[in-house]
T-cell receptor, first 110, second 111 residues
Framework: DAGVTQSPTHLIKTRGQQVTLRCSPKSGHDTVSWYQQALGQGPQFIFQYYEEEERQRGNFPDRFSGHQFPNYSSELNVNALLLGDSALYLC?????????FGPGTRLTVL | SQELEQSPQSLIVQEGKNLTINCTSSKTLYGLYWYKQKYGEGLIFLMMLQKGGEEKSHEKITAKLDEKKQQSSLHITASQPSHAGIYLCGADTTNAGKSTFGDGTTLTVKP
């Protein structure tokens, strides 16, 4: 079992650009959640996908959008990047309650 | 305001010593999780607690949940350098699985 995988591991973008991050859930997991973790802070919930629908959303602007595919994998898209979007982006998958996290994508916005 | 407060923010202990990390929620808990994170890496699931009074152990790590006080504690016995890292508590504060996290406790274990 490969666990939760994320790509890419690192990414550098400039302000105003758009970025797409990818997540493959743990085998058998149907729910994917995305989190943003700034340095020195805990992860902040962005949104959760289940059955290809956004089920819950945290306090993030519409620049943050996502998608879940029929195979349960997911993408996080961020438009019009700001310097403040620099963070570790974590994906977590779950079947029932317990969430298992991927290694994260480190996004740097210059 | 922060929904989950962790204390202490950081902890330095000598190898072999016991330690406790606390997590207090300002909202009703539907599930409480403990994770460990190495700097800049993903979160490693340690334990999940759901019922008041529940206590779980894994190797030298024990976690307890006090549902009435909306608190959880993580206790490490006879700490080792391999225990070093950032310990995060997370909680489901809705029954639909939205999790919030504390800001973490950074543990350093001196050999």
């Amino acid at each position: 079992d490969a666990g939760v995988t994320q790509s890419p591991t690192h990414l550098i973008k400039t302000r105003g650009q758009q970025v797409t991050l990818r997540c493959s859930p743990k085998s058998g997991h149907d729910t994917v959640s995305w989190y943003q973790q700034a340095l020195g802070q805990g992860p902040q919930f962005i949104f959760q996908y289940y059955e290809e629908e956004e089920r819950q959303r945290g306090n993030f602007p519409d620049r943050f959008s996502g998608h879940q595919f029929p195979n349960y994998s997911s993408e996080l898209n961020v438009n019009a990047l700001l310097l403040g979007d620099s963070a570790l982006y974590l994906c977590a998958s779950s079947l029932r309650q317990t969430k298992y996290f991927g290694p994260g994508t480190r996004l740097t916005v210059l | 305001s922060q929904e989950l407060e962790q204390s202490p923010q950081s902890l330095i202990v000598q190898e072999g010593k016991n330690l406790t990390i606390n997590c207090t929620s300002s909202k009703t808990l539907y599930g409480l999780y403990w994770y460990k994170q190495k700097y800049g890496e993903g979160l490693i699931f340690l334990m999940m607690l759901q019922k008041g009074g529940e206590e779980k152990s894994h190797e030298k790590i024990t976690a307890k949940l006090d549902e009435k006080k909306q608190q959880s504690s993580l206790h490490i016995t006879a700490s080792q350098p391999s225990h070093a890292g950032i310990y995060l508590c997370g909680a489901d504060t809705t029954n639909a699985g939205k999790s919030t996290f504390g800001d973490g406790t950074t543990l350093t274990v001196k050999p």
